[in-house]
């Protein structure tokens, strides 16, 4: 009999582990292999393969990365809390609190509010991610290696969503992956996502450089013998090999510089590893004497690492025939860091759980513990979305400046002495007064260069960050810091002027603070905003943080709720017509519309499908807003639900006779489609213009098959006139068709 696919998964799986996995107990594995297996075996992937494939696969991408058991066994179960009735109670009593902790660090956030939007979503699953990922690195290893497989199965979604995903992928993932290290992911993850957010690009990339193929392999393998034979010469073992550049890096340097792929050459590096770090320099020696450096090219990232432990020697050479290549020389150590990161540094002890990281690889994350200390202070989502992709995608491009005791601080390009000052420590920041880079005294926005040597000048008499300051930085820590002294600083004011914005645009809804601020809605709009309490909302609102029309909004739907629930449209039919009594029932209309049983009414026309005189209407009861006037055939109208049209009335146009006001007038949108020429717009606007027609707001554009389309919204008295404009409009040369529009 056939074996099974996800059988052949399991076994190659193992395999692989047993490459560098010192033990020949794998219980553990195959127990969460068999509880895995029968947990999904009623689900099925987009691709119509078994669901239990997908953590196999994950699974294999961790040992790849040579991870420990209990990574693997968690990389099996990382769907079963999330997609099958496991709890994490389970998966602790059947394995232990230490893989239950992996697995529910992966798994997205079930219990969030129905009302919350896609993006609120996103950011609660982000924050729990990273809150995991600080305490145990391995989970967020799980997680790249559970995209890494979706974005290989990506052809099975919808266009949309691969976009969607690709795109997410890019700003989150990939520079997670970066910023880790891990080379070998970041690199695949890059590339998919390019093959998903620009096909026609990517496809041509990959045309034009397999046309010239053998032609650059020729030119890297000639390289690669010179510089191994020199090296042989010179006693110095090791492995000299060439690789091409991904296609991800090719297109951006093809973005940022402007050149086509035929300007530039460096499509591929030459790459020597060697035993030691005195073997590294002895190599750049060699090879400087073999061909001509390119001035300004050379970086040294082995005395000065680039935060995600990345070390190597990188320099750009003149090939024997003039055409420029890069080196990359590093010790065996180095390169596994490189394509293994953080991985490479996770230690574990036989039989044992995880040891931690050493101190060296956790001062490496000192980012992360960045990003959990802004969460904390970022209450809006959309800041902390924001302020996680920015961090995160400006990694690539760093300076290195020195403290006065020599302590090497990484910044990124376009830092100044303030950024330097607060990835020192807040307080250094906060007195801040002024700066020396070396030795001379330089404003505020000056921008650090390379092996720059910062002191900065404090002063206990200072009051503190200037607004200006946020104008300036380019960090996100110094703009995290400088806001929460801001909020700290001027917390009372804040409130006081967020209750006042509060309070002004619940009155310019038509509300009062006493219906709608109720003291039982104030927890659930709280927690709605994530917020400490009421207080730290109404701060929020006045710094800026969060905005009034959003708070007053959510208030709003819990009132529609409490009256949805106690209010039936006769009720609040019966409240228009007691409100229109006391308010001294008028003999006329004021608004040329009487609802049938009430009279006049208060009434507005709908935006959506502008009904005007002679168009057959229907009312619609808002709730606290009287009645909505619509066309019959609006849209909005023949959509309503069941529940939505017991709230339909009937309404009719009063006479002109019965008018407080005869001459009221009604706005109108049309649509005029025409072919474009010359002169058109004038003779359109002569036909209004004859007609005394005022045009309240006009929107013009030409397609790509050279036909005009003009919205005009017109005043107007009544269908009539309308409809009379109308054919003077079509009268007119050019003109194919006259619509009303409905929105």
Known sequence: MAMKVEEELYNQLIEKIKTYHPTNEYTMVEKAYKL?????????????????????????????????????????????????????????????????????????LSKLSYSASKEEIQAENYRKMFLAMAKDIRVILIKLAD???????????????????????????????HRLGISKIRIELEDLCFKYLHPTEYYDLAEKIERKKAEREAFVNRIVTEVMAKMEEAGIKGKVDGRSKHFFSIYKKMVNQNKTIDQIFDLFAIRAIVDTVKD??????????????????????????????????????IGPEGEPFEIQIRTWDMHRTSEYGIAA?????????????????????????????WQRDMSDNKEFMDTIKTDLNIFDDQVYAFSPKGDVISLPKGSTPIDFAYMIHSAVGNKMVGARVNNKIVNFDYQVQNGDRIEIITSNNSKGPSADWLNVVKSSQAKSKINQWFKKEFKEENILKGKELIEKDVKRKGYTMAELIRPEWIDIVVNKFVYKDWDALCAGVGYGGIKEGQVVNRFIEELNKEQKKAETTEDLLKRIE????????????????????????????????????????????????????????????????????????EIEWADKSKLNNPNVSFFAEIRIVADERVNLMFDISKVLSEEGILVKALNARTNKNLVAIFDITIEINGKEQLEKIGRKLKSISGVREIERVIT
């Open 578 to 649: 007691e409100n229109a009594k006391k308010n001294g029932k008028a003999h006329k209309s004021t608004s040329g519309v009487i609802v049938k049983g009430i009279g006049d009414a208060p009434v507005k026309f709908s935006r959506c499908c502008s009904p005007v005189p002679g168009d057959e209407i229907i009312g619609f009861v808002t709730k606290g807003r009287g009645v909505t006037v619509h066309r019959t055939d609006c849209v909005n109208i023949i959509n309503l639900n069941e529940e939505e049209r017991h709230r339909l009335v």
């Open 147 to 177: 995209r890494l497989h979706n974005m290989r199965t990506l052809n099975y979604m919808t266009e949309a969503k691969q976009r969607e995903k690709a795109q997410e992928t890019m700003d989150i993932y990939a520079p997670l992956a």
């Open 280 to 317: 590294c320099y002895a190599v750049l020696g060699i090879v400087h004497d073999m061909y001509m450096p390119m001035p300004g090219r050379f970086k040294d990232y082995i005395a000065m690492p680039k935060p995600n432990m990345y070390q190597s020697l990188h320099n750009t050479l």
């Open 345 to 373: 540094h996770w230690k574990y002890k036989e039989g044992k759980g995880g040891e931690k990281s050493s101190a060296k690889e956790e001062a490496k994350l000192t980012w992360l513990r960045q990003i959990l200390e």
């Open 36 to 108: 895995a297996s029968d947990a999904h075996k009623e689900q099925k992937r987009r691709s119509g393969e078994p669901y239990i494939i997908h953590p196999l696969k994950v699974a294999y991408i961790l040992a790849e990365l040579e991870l420990d058991m209990e990574t693997i066994v968690a990389g099996i179960l990382h769907d079963t809390i999330e997609d099958t009735p496991y709890t994490y109670d389970d998966i602790k009593n059947l394995f232990s609190e230490e893989i239950a902790i992996l697995v529910d660090g992966v798994t997205k």
